[in-house]
């Protein structure tokens, strides 16, 4: 039997994470379905009602505690009594990510798995201490950041362990250092994106990393899983931003990176970009930083079709003209945007597929790079539609999740996948995946565009919208599974920029091969020989 005590040892209730614990974000962000969503859904899907609701925070059960009077009164020996609870108010909003597939699970009223016991530690001698103590105890380790993932990397599992614990990270919440010489910053993992920006901000300087879960997620966990943002075209990916790390494991702490560029070696920092939490815990990440840009100049494009919308962006990137965003839609995504985006200005008709397009850096830097890719894109075939599409898409940009939150409570499931490959696979992979879905959920509307772009290839995120309908959970699993197997058979690759997770873990040995599973296997026996951190994650 559990504990009666549902608190730590002063019974004081920890700072709730900040998204909504059945929902993405701020509840205050979200909205009601427009009219023109609410026919696409009668008229595409026959989605015409309201899913059941589910139960309210304070009826959730989740099945108890298993950690002893003796566990908790070591954690809080550690940690500090205010800094521990037990309590299913603090356990409940640390019970998993933010995927569609947890949200349902949120509905549930049969009992839910959720960590039994929530820390707060405050020094990477805490984390130690933590560590070993879990070690000894049997007991897993769970590090949580802003509660984001949407592929399972955040499922509390016990595995053969005692108990599980969250080891939230909100307190690592500092800027370390500042070095506008050589451009670089040092930040703590627990700092959310805006609060990063927003620091950095006070010395003239930006990080630039915006991806959509940008309002919440954590400098530590851009780092753990290898995360891209939408500005990647120009500042690149959070892990080419990554000068150096601070990692706790259980076999000692590892401060990594020392110059902007090394022979000694194979360079260590890339075991823990991408690492989940399975191998050490990110306490702070040593980042390429760069001045406020003083102009931002935006177009928006339409093509008359996907295939010559990328092989307009492939020409972009290749020719090196510098945009700092670089997307396009496909003719599906562009029909739905123009029904959900909230309209800015005069805009002209969109047809075909949207591109958009922003340029950041000097006035003379922009207007150069400006000018061109939008010679590069008018010779491709694009005809431009001005700024205003452009600036409607920045302004709604991080507010896609609300609307599927909206979508499943009127009864349409609303889910995510993304994946990478060459340009020249690139068509090939669009289909197979798009295939695959709608074989699996048949009906189902699968929307795609192109988010990342790269000299030889190029990222496709897909979103797929079908009725809920009975047993939406195996119905996704199966459509997932589906989808991962046509993403391997056509050459990408399981993730781009979401991570493995639990979801993606049965591809990991397809992606990197079984002598590569091995190594990541030699890797967490040496740095977790006890197996304790987010087990079930990553490695096969």
Request: aromatic share 4%.
């Amino acid at each position: 039997m559990a504990p009666e005590k549902q608190a730590g040892p002063a019974g004081a209730a920890l700072p709730l994470p900040p998204m909504k614990w059945d929902a993405w974000g701020d509840p205050d962000l979200a909205k009601e379905l427009s009219a023109d969503i609410k026919a696409l859904l009668a008229a595409a899907l026959g989605v015409t009602g309201d899913a059941a609701p589910g139960p309210a925070a304070d009826e959730v059960v989740l099945r108890p505690s298993a950690l002893t009077e003796a566990d908790l009164d070591a954690l809080a020996a550690i940690v500090g009594e205010a800094h521990l609870s037990a309590a299913d108010a603090d356990r409940l909003p640390r019970a998993g990510g933010k995927s569609t597939p947890d949200l349902l699970r949120r509905r549930s009223r049969e009992p839910q798995d959720a960590p039994d016991a929530v820390v707060l530690p405050g020094s990477e001698d805490e984390i130690a201490a933590l560590l070993a103590l879990c070690a000894e105890r049997r007991i897993a380790v769970v590090p949580f950041g802003g509660g984001t993932s949407v592929v399972g990397g955040l499922d509390p599992e016990r595995g053969a362990f005692a108990a599980v614990v969250s080891l939230d990270l909100r307190r690592f919440d500092r800027l370390l250092d500042v070095d506008a010489v050589s451009g670089e910053a040092v930040l703590g993992a627990g700092l959310t994106g805006p609060a990063a920006e927003e620091l950095l901000a006070e010395h003239g300087l930006e990080l630039g990393h915006y991806p959509q879960s940008f309002r919440f997620a954590t400098i530590g966990g851009f780092a753990a899983t290898r995360s891209s943002g939408q500005d990647s075209a120009g500042h690149g990916r959070f892990d080419e931003m990554v000068r150096g790390l601070r990692v706790v494991t259980p076999a000692g702490v590892l401060d990594l990176g020392r110059a902007p560029a090394s022979a000694a070696g194979p360079d260590l920092r890339e075991l823990f970009l991408g690492s989940e939490g399975t191998l050490g815990v990110i306490t702070a990440v040593r980042v390429r930083v760069h001045p406020v840009p003083a102009v931002k100049a935006y177009e928006a494009w339409s093509f008359p079709d996907f295939a010559t919308g990328a092989a307009a962006l492939r020409t972009v990137e290749q020719q090196e003209t510098g945009p700092t965003v670089i997307r396009l839609s496909d003719e599906a995504e562009t029909m739905v945007n123009l029904a959900m985006t909230e309209k800015i200005g005069g805009e002209p008709a969109v047809t075909g597929c949207l591109g958009v397009t922003v340029f950041e850096g000097t006035a003379d830097q922009v207007a150069d790079r400006h000018r061109s890719t939008r010679a590069a894109l008018l010779a491709a075939g694009a005809t431009s539609l001005g700024e205003a599409p452009a600036r409607a898409w920045e302004h709604g940009r991080f507010n896609a999740p609300y609307l599927r939150d909206s979508l499943l409570a009127a009864g349409a499931l609303c889910e995510t996948l993304e994946t990478a490959t060459d340009w020249r696979r690139l068509a090939d992979l669009r289909l197979a995946v798009t295939t695959a879905l709608t074989t699996a959920l048949p009906g189902a509307l699968v929307l795609c565009h192109i988010s990342h772009v790269y000299p030889t290839g190029a990222s496709l995120y897909f979103t797929v919208v079908a009725a809920l309908g009975e047993d939406p959970l195996p119905r996704w699993g199966a459509a997932k599974r589906a989808a991962c197997d046509a993403i391997v058979a056509t050459g990408g690759t399981i993730t781009h920029h979401h991570a493995v997770g639990a979801d993606h873990r049965p591809w990991m040995t397809d992606e990197i091969g079984d002598l590569g599973v091995r190594i990541l296997r030699a890797v967490k026996a040496e740095l977790d020989p006890a197996g304790i951190l987010n087990p079930g994650k990553l490695i096969p």
